[in-house]
């Protein structure tokens, strides 16, 4: 079988690019960084193809070259420059952060899942949102609202292939150490999580501390109230 990894250059793309090889599995890897991509991609002993996710013609190309995939993990996303309130952000950061978070997803699914379907084999999809994507924090700039997008895009995918062969499976991490947050887990336990995710055919949050936190901003919002900044729960 053959993985196909967005983002893999770097991060959790590249812990799960490190974990998939550990299974043993056949990867394609792709980022818009060539030069660590081509570095990541001699190591692991994978085929690099340099793209852009915000390009629906590059991810086409992609899905072509990678007929027998059964594992496509889109994940590549940024941060934008300006983490300020809605207002503050410049229009150039709010077009780059959706079409990298969210185009870029979009442009994933429209090349790979007819593929899959068509292929009529058991396949998975692994779409990396973010914690940020089902809580508002705020001082995140266009990350935040993106990212919510991610999440209703991964919801509905899921929902809509519930009855195929094909699987989705929503990542939604807290911080984790990489190149877009210098606090956090290391990539390689949320990769970790992923893979059980995906095996076990689920969604994950994590880590479970702020499973709290997402619910108690649901309620305070259907309460009517302006929530304040959400915070993990230990039990
Ligand atoms: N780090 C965190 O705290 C955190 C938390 C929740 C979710 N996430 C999400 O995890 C995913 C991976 O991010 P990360 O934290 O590993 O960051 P990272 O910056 O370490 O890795 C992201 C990789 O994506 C690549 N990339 C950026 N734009 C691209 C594009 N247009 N096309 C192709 N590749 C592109 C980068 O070159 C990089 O290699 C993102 O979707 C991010 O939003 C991260």
């Given at each position: 079988?053959?993985?196909?990894i ?96 969210v ?29 940020a ?31 195929t ?7 939604c ?6 190149g ?12 970790a ?30 309460a009517g109230e ?8 230990l039990d």
């Amino acid at each position: 079988m053959t993985a196909v990894i967005t983002g893999a250059a770097g991060g959790i793309g590249l812990a799960l690019a490190e974990a998939l090889h550990a299974r043993g599995e056949q990867l394609l890897l792709t980022d818009i960084d060539d030069t660590a991509l081509a570095e990541v991609a001699a190591r692991l002993g994978a085929t690099a193809v340099p793209a852009d996710v915000a390009d629906p013609g590059a991810m086409a190309a992609l899905a072509e070259r990678a007929p027998e995939a059964r594992l496509v993990c889109l994940n590549a996303g940024i941060l934008g420059q300006s983490l300020g309130a809605p207002w503050e952000v410049p229009a150039e950061d709010w077009d780059r952060v959706f079409a990298v978070n969210v185009a870029g997803v979009v442009n994933g699914l429209r090349a790979f899942v007819p593929r899959l379907l068509a292929a009529g084999e058991p396949a998975r999809v692994l779409i990396t949102a973010s914690l940020a994507g089902l809580a508002v924090f705020p001082g995140g700039g266009a990350y935040g609202p993106a990212k919510h997008a991610v999440t209703a895009l991964a919801t509905h995918a899921a929902m809509a292939l519930a009855d195929t062969p094909v699987r989705v499976t929503m990542l939604c991490p807290a911080l984790v150490a990489t190149g877009i947050s210098a606090e956090g887990v290391p990539p390689s336990e949320v990769a970790a999580e992923a893979l059980r995710a995906m095996d076990e055919g689920r969604f994950t949050v994590t880590p479970p501390e702020w499973h709290g936190a997402v619910v108690r901003q649901a309620g305070q919002r259907v309460a009517g109230e302006v929530p304040g900044v959400p915070g993990p729960v230990l039990d």
